[in-house]
């Protein structure tokens, strides 16, 4: 039940945070909806988990067939744990979106207490994501970064 609330505090947060930066409402498709797949806890580690990765394809195919494609993909809080370096840390992001990017649909990372790795800033590691491609984060505020122990992120739709 928490992690439920809080993924639905987070897509608040998200649409919130749209809204504030000019953006008047998320893009609908002609019924007027807007899909968005949470993804928590997902926990990627340097090694690819097949399953998870499986998994996060699977849903994507899963909502093409029944005509309810997503529009947002949002991973919340420890995406990726474990990565004992950057080399790690950027093939365990780019295992994770694969099939995020793969299918051109875009996505948001709310980091979490997991979301770290030895020598690597936050700022850094968002940037890992953005060159990951096909994601809506953005590294344009230094001052979201100066707390390294925050769980910030930065995007825009």
Same mark, same amino acid.
């Given at each position: ?7 639905? =505090? ?48 699977? %849903? ?29 840390? &950027?093939? %365990?992001?780019?295992? /994770? ?12 990372? =709310?980091?979490?207490?997991?979301? !770290?790795?030895?020598? /690597? !800033?936050? &700022? !850094?590691? /968002? ?16 001052? /979201? ?13």
């Amino acid at each position: 039940m928490t992690k439920k609330c809080f993924a639905i =505090v987070t897509v608040l947060c998200l649409l919130a945070a749209m809204l504030a930066t000019g953006v008047s409402a998320a893009p609908a498709n002609a019924k007027g909806e807007f899909q968005i797949f949470c993804v928590p806890d997902a926990h990627q580690a340097a090694e690819e988990d097949i399953n998870l990765i499986a998994y996060i394809a699977s %849903a994507i195919e899963y909502t093409k067939e029944q005509k309810m494609p997503l529009d947002l993909i949002v991973f919340l809080g420890a995406a990726v744990t474990g990565p004992r370096n950057e080399a790690e840390m &950027k093939t %365990a992001i780019e295992q /994770l979106v694969a099939p995020v990017v793969a299918a051109n649909i875009p996505y948001a990372v =709310v980091f979490g207490n997991g979301d !770290s790795c030895p020598g /690597l !800033s936050r &700022k !850094s590691l /968002l940037q890992l994501y953005i060159d990951a491609g096909g994601g809506l984060c953005v590294n344009e505020d230094a001052e /979201l970064f100066a707390d390294a122990s925050g769980g910030i992120t930065n995007f825009k739709y």
